[in-house]
């Protein structure tokens, strides 16, 4: 039998992987840690936080952030429409610096949480903005240390990714591939060099920081109401309009749970995966199908050989790009401070993710994604 068992050339994954650690090399690099920059930075800033049934995780986040040793600052939260005890838990926290407020009812045409971050940012006070979600938690020196990256980079907006807490195998094979796809697929140095190109963009809306007037500028979460990856298409915005942008690790001063297993991560990540890739349908057909080649192809690949005795050229690339792809997931791993062995299940993780990213844009098509409790507008979905 002479078929060879593969669609793409193996080789041709081989020299994809060894660029994939190329770019997880430079971003290790060009990623600096929140907590190396200076502390410096006096200026007033808004913490904003939306929450919507977060009795659970709420309080924690909002005493960390009043918590903090910046010396000019507020922390404003929106319950936003909440049934369960988020507002009780927020009534029983006094400080001075805390400002709760009630969200409006939802227009016609928004989606909820652009929504909700779109009231607290007519709330704010500060020249800077900072956007959190209500399942983090912060290091008592975030603020000022953002506040000195800000500085620091001369930037407009920043972003940064939190430590994920991945406490069942449900969300080990769901979380981390988010942030894989972005340590180990955006070339950042690329990103930097084209600042107006949208396709070079990613942000984290667990921790978004906006000089005031650029988030005016840009038009806002207003700008973005309808979609849902609404922190990747501000970022998008942000950098269309000639504002400069910087992506940053926050592992050593944020933490969150995103989801707390496998079910709630399938809700969540069915709700952006499509969004991600602007709704366009042959990108995101690609690009998953692409995915799922570069974490079974190999393995397929080298099984199949191995039982022919056949070990020249395919069988090694195959073996090397499993080789490779799992050091890929390990220094990600490394970096963002996930568990070490995640890298072990990036083959299920893939697939897992690539099969979320396909429902994803099955459930868009068909104007079903929903997020707690709430359909999501139907967006204008383009083929290419």
């Known amino acids: 039998m002479n078929a060879t068992p593969?669609?793409?050339?193996?080789?041709?994954?081989?020299?994809?992987?060894?660029?994939?650690?190329?770019?997880v090399v430079?971003?290790?690099?060009?990623?600096?840690?929140?907590?190396?920059?200076?502390?410096?930075?006096?200026?007033?800033?808004?913490?904003?936080?939306?929450?919507?049934?977060?009795?659970?995780?709420?309080?924690?986040?909002?005493?960390?952030?009043?918590?903090?040793d910046h010396p000019d600052f507020e922390v404003v939260v929106l319950d936003d429409g909440s049934t369960d005890r988020t507002t009780e838990v927020l009534a029983g926290i006094d400080s001075e610096r805390l400002r709760v407020v009630a969200g409006e009812p939802l227009p016609?045409?928004?989606?909820?949480?652009?929504?909700?971050?779109?009231?607290?940012?007519?709330?704010?006070?500060?020249?800077?903005?900072?956007?959190?979600?209500?399942?983090?938690?912060?290091?008592?020196?975030?603020?000022?240390?953002?506040?000195?990256?800000?500085?620091?980079?001369?930037?407009?907006?920043?972003?940064?990714?939190?430590?994920?807490?991945?406490?069942?195998?449900?969300?080990?094979?769901?979380?981390?591939?988010?942030?894989?796809?972005?340590v180990a697929i955006l070339p950042l140095g690329l990103a930097y060099l084209l600042p107006r190109s949208g396709a070079f963009s990613a942000a984290n809306g667990k921790f978004m920081v906006f000089r005031r007037e650029t988030y005016d500028e840009v038009g806002g979460f207003r700008a973005v109401r309808d979609d849902a990856a609404e922190d990747l298409a501000l970022c998008r915005l942000v950098k269309a309009a000639g504002f400069k942008w910087r992506l940053l690790d926050a592992s050593d001063c944020v933490t969150t749970r995103m989801y707390d297993g496998f079910g709630s991560a399938l809700r969540g990540f069915s709700k952006n995966f499509f969004a991600i890739f602007d709704y366009r349908v042959l990108a995101t057909l690609f690009v998953w199908l692409w995915m799922l080649?570069?974490?079974?192809?190999?393995?397929?690949?080298?099984?199949?050989?191995?039982?022919?005795?056949?070990?020249?050229?395919?069988?090694?690339?195959?073996?090397?790009?499993?080789?490779?792809?799992?050091?890929?997931?390990?220094?990600?791993?490394?970096?963002?401070?996930?568990?070490?062995?995640?890298?072990?299940?990036?083959?299920?993780?893939?697939?897992?993710?690539?099969?979320?990213?396909?429902?994803?844009?099955?459930?868009?098509?068909?104007?079903?994604?929903?997020?707690?409790?709430?359909s999501l507008v139907r967006h204008k979905v383009r083929l290419v």
């Open 108 to 182: 016609a045409g928004w989606n909820g949480k652009p929504w909700a971050c779109s009231q607290l940012a007519e709330l704010a006070t500060g020249e800077l903005l900072l956007f959190t979600d209500a399942d983090t938690v912060h290091e008592p020196e975030t603020l000022r240390r953002a506040a000195a990256a800000m500085d620091s980079y001369g930037a407009d907006f920043i972003s940064a990714f939190p430590r994920n807490e991945v406490r069942t195998l449900g969300e080990q094979l769901t979380v981390p591939f988010i942030i894989w796809s972005v």
């Open 26 to 68: 430079s971003n290790s690099l060009l990623m600096r840690r929140l907590s190396s920059f200076g502390t410096g930075c006096r200026r007033r800033i808004s913490v904003l936080v939306p929450a919507r049934n977060e009795e659970g995780t709420i309080g924690p986040c909002v005493l960390s952030l009043l918590a903090q």
């Open 293 to 374: 080649l570069l974490a079974l192809q190999p393995f397929f690949v080298s099984v199949i050989l191995c039982l022919r005795r056949d070990f020249t050229t395919d069988f090694q690339a195959a073996v090397a790009t499993i080789a490779l792809m799992a050091l890929v997931w390990l220094l990600v791993s490394i970096k963002t401070r996930l568990p070490w062995h995640i890298f072990l299940l990036y083959p299920v993780t893939m697939t897992i993710s690539a099969g979320i990213g396909l429902w994803s844009m099955a459930l868009t098509l068909l104007g079903r994604t929903s997020w707690k409790d709430r």
């Open 6 to 23: 593969y669609i793409v050339d193996t080789p041709d994954l081989l020299v994809f992987a060894a660029v994939l650690l190329a770019i």
